[in-house]
């Protein structure tokens, strides 16, 4: 069964805006991860966040995880062109690592 | 530091015929994965590596899907015969150590089956 599951499945925003893409699953996770995957490309790591963890940032990224909500949000500040891409959620549990469907975000000049 | 190296890129095959994909992992990872895409879906695993023992490989279809990784680094996985459904990107990864570790992920094969 599909662990993670992206909302919204696409967001089209103006550059300079800020992005917000969110992130549910079902069971029990050691950790979550954020990966980026630009068309026609691999998926690059973005941010790994510990169940035991509640926030992260790398620069003009800021993930949060709420366990009890079984859930978790990639904020990308500040947005560029080049943040174009397809965002996805990757959860660790159950010996496990099962991706979401992903988020298509496409910044608007 | 080179990063995870897959060949070919591409590759258009006839149905029923065999193909097979190469993956070397970034030097010192002891965990490699191969993944399925299909267009618009996230990554499918297909079967995990530590070292050179399969290690989770409940999501690999084993009548026509095939993985070794002989040495523990470079890993060939085989598809034969192939169907039309098979049609997708197959993506190699790999990370330091255990599933627990974030992934480096390779440019991919993109499989056509016609």
């Known amino acids: 069964s599909q662990q993670g599951e992206e909302d919204p499945q696409a967001l089209s925003i103006q550059e300079g805006e800020n992005a917000t893409m969110n992130c549910s699953y079902k069971?029990?996770?050691?950790?979550l991860q954020w990966y980026r995957q630009n068309s026609g490309r691999g998926l690059v790591h973005l941010i790994l966040?510990?169940?035991?963890?509640r926030e992260k940032h790398s620069g003009r990224l800021r993930v949060t995880l709420d366990t009890s909500k079984k859930s978790s949000s990639l904020l990308i500040t500040a947005s560029r062109a080049a943040d174009t891409a397809s965002y996805f959620c990757?959860?660790?549990?159950?010996?496990?690592?099962?991706f979401g469907k992903g988020t298509r975000l496409h910044i608007l000049p | 530091e080179a990063g995870v190296v897959q060949s070919p890129r591409y590759k258009i095959i006839e149905k029923k015929q065999p193909v097979a994909f190469w993956c070397n992992p970034i030097?010192?990872?002891?965990?490699l994965y191969w993944y399925l895409q299909n267009l618009g879906q996230g990554p499918e695993l297909l079967i995990r590596?530590?070292?050179?023992?399969?290690?989770?490989d409940s999501q690999l279809p084993k009548d026509r899907f095939s993985a070794e990784r002989l040495k523990g680094v470079d890993s060939t996985l085989k598809i034969q015969p192939a169907e039309l459904g098979d049609s997708a990107v197959y993506l190699c990864?790999?990370?330091?150590?255990?599933?627990?570790?974030?992934?480096?992920f390779g440019p991919g094969t993109r499989l056509t089956v016609t």
């Open positions: 990864a790999s990370s330091e150590q255990g599933r627990s570790y974030e992934q480096y």
């Open positions: 069971t029990s996770i050691n950790n």
């Open positions: 966040i510990r169940s035991n963890e």
């Open positions: 990757a959860t660790d549990g159950d010996d496990k690592i099962i």
């Open positions: 030097s010192g990872h002891n965990t």
């Open positions: 590596y530590e070292n050179e023992e399969a290690v989770d």
